[in-house]
Nanobody, 123 residues
Framework: QVQLVESGGGLVQTGGSLRLSCVVS????????MGWFRQTPGMERQFVAA????????IQGDSGKGRFTISRDNGKSTLYLQMNSLKPEDTGVYYC????????????????WGQGTQVTVIS
């Protein structure tokens, strides 16, 4: 019954911005650690950023440091990823995921996943 639905992806030019959203239903969002991952064809799903239930713990992947910001609104059961200064290398399908344990870079720790939203960055 737990469902995660991502949105906000699209096609942008290099240097542009996007804000991804992930709405969680059927579970206790305010108690989940949440993460963002990116996947490209033929590549392993890669960690982008994660946050624990309160926001006290934030983990950032190297690719988005200084450009991406993870946040959450527990009242709206929504996770966000603000993506600025986008580069073509940021292209991929972005997935949000929920953990009932801890915020971590390891995808194996996440129990629930969304369907993904496509982000394409062009020159």
């Amino acid at each position: 019954q737990v469902q995660l639905v991502e949105s906000g992806g699209g096609l942008v030019q290099t240097g542009g911005s996007l804000r991804l959203s992930c709405v969680v239903s059927g579970g206790t969002f305010s108690r989940y650690a949440m993460g963002w991952f990116r996947q490209t064809p033929g590549m392993e799903r890669q960690f982008v950023a994660a946050m624990n239930w309160s926001g006290a713990t934030i983990i950032q992947g190297d690719s988005g440091k200084g450009r991406f910001t993870i946040s959450r609104d527990n009242g709206k059961s929504t996770l966000y990823l603000q993506m600025n200064s986008l580069k073509p290398e940021d292209t991929g399908v972005y997935y949000c995921a929920a953990s009932t344990t801890i915020a971590t870079q390891y995808k194996e720790e996440y129990k629930f996943w969304g369907q993904g939203t496509q982000v394409t960055v062009i020159s």
